[in-house]
Protein backbone atom coordinates (compact mmCIF):
# COMPACT_ATOMS: atom_id res chain seq x y z
CA UNK A 1 0.00 0.00 0.00
CA UNK A 2 1.66 3.22 -0.95
CA UNK A 3 2.26 5.74 1.89
CA UNK A 4 -0.62 8.73 1.93
CA UNK A 5 0.50 12.18 0.30
CA UNK A 6 1.28 14.63 1.78
CA UNK A 7 -1.22 16.95 3.21
CA UNK A 8 -4.15 14.42 2.65
CA UNK A 9 -4.16 13.16 5.55
CA UNK A 10 -7.01 14.32 8.51
CA UNK A 11 -7.58 13.70 12.13
CA UNK A 12 -10.26 11.75 13.77
CA UNK A 13 -10.64 12.13 17.08
CA UNK A 14 -13.02 10.46 20.53
CA UNK A 15 -13.21 10.82 23.97
CA UNK A 16 -14.91 7.80 26.55
CA UNK A 17 -15.70 8.85 29.65
CA UNK A 18 -15.07 6.47 32.40
CA UNK A 19 -16.61 6.01 35.41
CA UNK A 20 -14.63 6.93 38.94
CA UNK A 21 -15.72 3.18 40.02
CA UNK A 22 -13.62 1.10 37.44
CA UNK A 23 -15.13 -1.44 35.56
CA UNK A 24 -16.11 -1.84 31.48
CA UNK A 25 -16.73 1.07 29.51
CA UNK A 26 -17.46 1.30 25.56
CA UNK A 27 -18.72 3.55 22.74
CA UNK A 28 -18.70 3.43 18.87
CA UNK A 29 -17.16 5.75 16.45
CA UNK A 30 -19.19 5.88 13.36
CA UNK A 31 -17.24 5.72 9.94
CA UNK A 32 -20.15 5.57 7.70
CA UNK A 33 -18.93 9.47 6.19
CA UNK A 34 -15.57 7.68 5.64
CA UNK A 35 -16.27 4.38 4.14
CA UNK A 36 -17.94 3.74 0.69
CA UNK A 37 -18.39 0.40 0.11
CA UNK A 38 -19.78 1.04 -3.52
CA UNK A 39 -16.32 2.36 -4.36
CA UNK A 40 -14.07 -0.30 -2.14
CA UNK A 41 -13.18 3.12 0.27
CA UNK A 42 -11.25 2.43 3.43
CA UNK A 43 -10.17 4.24 6.05
CA UNK A 44 -6.49 4.22 6.86
CA UNK A 45 -5.05 5.16 10.54
CA UNK A 46 -1.32 6.06 10.53
CA UNK A 47 -0.57 6.82 13.53
CA UNK A 48 -2.92 7.09 17.29
CA UNK A 49 -2.35 8.60 20.37
CA UNK A 50 -3.35 8.84 23.74
CA UNK A 51 -4.69 10.77 26.68
CA UNK A 52 -5.50 8.97 30.10
CA UNK A 53 -6.92 11.83 32.28
CA UNK A 54 -8.91 13.17 34.91
CA UNK A 55 -12.20 14.39 33.91
CA UNK A 56 -11.80 18.10 35.37
CA UNK A 57 -8.02 18.40 34.67
CA UNK A 58 -6.04 16.93 31.46
CA UNK A 59 -3.09 17.47 33.28
CA UNK A 60 -3.98 14.90 35.81
CA UNK A 61 -4.55 11.10 35.50
CA UNK A 62 -6.77 8.17 37.33
CA UNK A 63 -5.32 6.55 40.34
CA UNK A 64 -6.02 5.06 43.43
CA UNK A 65 -4.18 5.58 46.82
CA UNK A 66 -2.17 2.98 48.65
CA UNK A 67 -2.95 0.56 45.64
CA UNK A 68 -2.24 -0.01 41.96
CA UNK A 69 -4.35 1.63 39.53
CA UNK A 70 -4.55 -0.44 36.61
CA UNK A 71 -5.96 0.64 33.57
CA UNK A 72 -6.25 -1.03 30.00
CA UNK A 73 -7.81 0.02 26.74
CA UNK A 74 -8.87 -1.26 23.13
CA UNK A 75 -9.92 0.49 19.68
CA UNK A 76 -11.75 -2.47 17.93
CA UNK A 77 -13.34 -2.87 14.62
CA UNK A 78 -16.16 -5.83 16.38
CA UNK A 79 -18.03 -4.67 20.22
CA UNK A 80 -16.81 -6.38 22.88
CA UNK A 81 -18.06 -7.30 26.34
CA UNK A 82 -14.42 -6.82 27.92
CA UNK A 83 -10.63 -5.34 27.11
CA UNK A 84 -9.23 -8.18 24.83
CA UNK A 85 -5.66 -9.22 24.22
CA UNK A 86 -4.25 -8.45 20.97
CA UNK A 87 -4.42 -11.44 18.89
CA UNK A 88 -8.03 -10.81 18.81
CA UNK A 89 -8.54 -9.92 15.14
CA UNK A 90 -10.47 -6.96 15.62
CA UNK A 91 -8.12 -5.64 17.42
CA UNK A 92 -6.49 -2.36 15.41
CA UNK A 93 -4.48 -0.45 18.82
CA UNK A 94 -4.87 -1.23 23.15
CA UNK A 95 -2.91 0.10 25.73
CA UNK A 96 -2.29 -0.29 29.64
CA UNK A 97 -1.59 1.95 32.32
CA UNK A 98 -0.92 1.59 35.54
CA UNK A 99 0.05 4.81 38.66
CA UNK A 100 -0.30 4.62 42.10
CA UNK A 101 0.32 7.37 44.80
CA UNK A 102 0.91 6.12 48.41
CA UNK A 103 0.57 7.33 51.56
CA UNK A 104 3.98 9.35 51.81
CA UNK A 105 2.63 11.01 48.14
CA UNK A 106 5.14 8.73 46.76
CA UNK A 107 3.96 8.03 42.84
CA UNK A 108 4.56 6.05 40.16
CA UNK A 109 3.32 5.57 36.75
CA UNK A 110 3.99 4.05 33.77
CA UNK A 111 2.74 2.03 30.57
CA UNK A 112 2.89 -1.80 31.26
CA UNK A 113 2.54 -4.64 29.33
CA UNK A 114 1.30 -2.61 25.75
CA UNK A 115 3.01 0.53 24.20
CA UNK A 116 1.42 3.80 23.46
CA UNK A 117 1.13 5.81 21.02
CA UNK A 118 1.15 3.64 18.25
CA UNK A 119 2.18 3.82 14.49
CA UNK A 120 2.22 1.59 11.46
CA UNK A 121 4.54 2.22 8.53
CA UNK A 122 1.74 1.51 5.45
CA UNK A 123 -1.03 2.56 8.14
CA UNK A 124 -3.91 0.07 9.74
CA UNK A 125 -7.19 -0.27 7.19
CA UNK A 126 -10.27 -0.12 8.57
CA UNK A 127 -13.30 -0.84 6.49
CA UNK A 128 -15.97 -1.50 9.35
CA UNK A 129 -18.96 0.71 10.02
CA UNK A 130 -17.38 1.48 12.94
CA UNK A 131 -14.67 1.40 15.28
CA UNK A 132 -15.53 0.63 19.03
CA UNK A 133 -13.21 2.86 21.96
CA UNK A 134 -13.60 0.38 25.67
CA UNK A 135 -11.61 0.92 28.64
CA UNK A 136 -11.58 -0.78 31.91
CA UNK A 137 -10.21 -0.52 35.01
CA UNK A 138 -9.26 -2.96 37.78
CA UNK A 139 -10.02 -0.32 40.92
CA UNK A 140 -12.25 2.76 42.12
CA UNK A 141 -10.21 5.64 40.95
CA UNK A 142 -9.94 8.40 44.14
CA UNK A 143 -9.81 11.08 41.28
CA UNK A 144 -12.67 10.83 40.18
CA UNK A 145 -14.37 9.74 36.62
CA UNK A 146 -11.45 10.22 33.81
CA UNK A 147 -11.31 10.42 30.17
CA UNK A 148 -9.71 8.37 27.57
CA UNK A 149 -9.18 10.32 24.42
CA UNK A 150 -7.37 9.50 21.08
CA UNK A 151 -6.19 11.37 17.91
CA UNK A 152 -5.93 9.15 15.11
CA UNK A 153 -3.98 10.23 11.80
CA UNK A 154 -5.96 9.45 9.02
CA UNK A 155 -6.68 8.96 5.32
CA UNK A 156 -8.94 7.42 3.05
CA UNK A 157 -7.86 4.25 0.11
CA UNK A 158 -9.73 2.91 -2.61
CA UNK A 159 -9.14 -0.97 -2.61
CA UNK A 160 -8.35 -3.08 -5.45
CA UNK A 161 -10.75 -6.54 -4.89
CA UNK A 162 -7.28 -8.52 -4.13
CA UNK A 163 -7.13 -5.74 -1.18
CA UNK A 164 -10.92 -6.12 0.15
CA UNK A 165 -10.89 -9.50 -0.01
CA UNK A 166 -7.37 -9.54 2.09
CA UNK A 167 -8.53 -6.98 4.14
CA UNK A 168 -12.23 -8.79 5.04
CA UNK A 169 -9.94 -12.48 6.32
CA UNK A 170 -7.57 -10.00 8.10
CA UNK A 171 -10.41 -8.56 10.56
CA UNK A 172 -12.62 -11.94 10.54
CA UNK A 173 -12.65 -13.29 14.08
Not at 9 to 22: E, H, K
Not at 64 to 75: A, E, K, Q, R, Y
Not at 141 to 146: E, L, N, R, T, V
Request: aromatic fraction near 10%; proline fraction near 4%.
Amino acid sequence: MPPAKTGSTFFLRARLSMPAAGGYTSQAIPLGAFLNPLADQALVIHNLAVQVADSSTAYSGPYDSGNVFNFGWNLTTAEQTAIVFSDDNSVVASGRYSCMVGAGDEFFEADVKDVMPQQWTGGYVVASEALYLAGQADATSDGGAYELSIVMECSQLKLGKNEAVNLALSQTQ
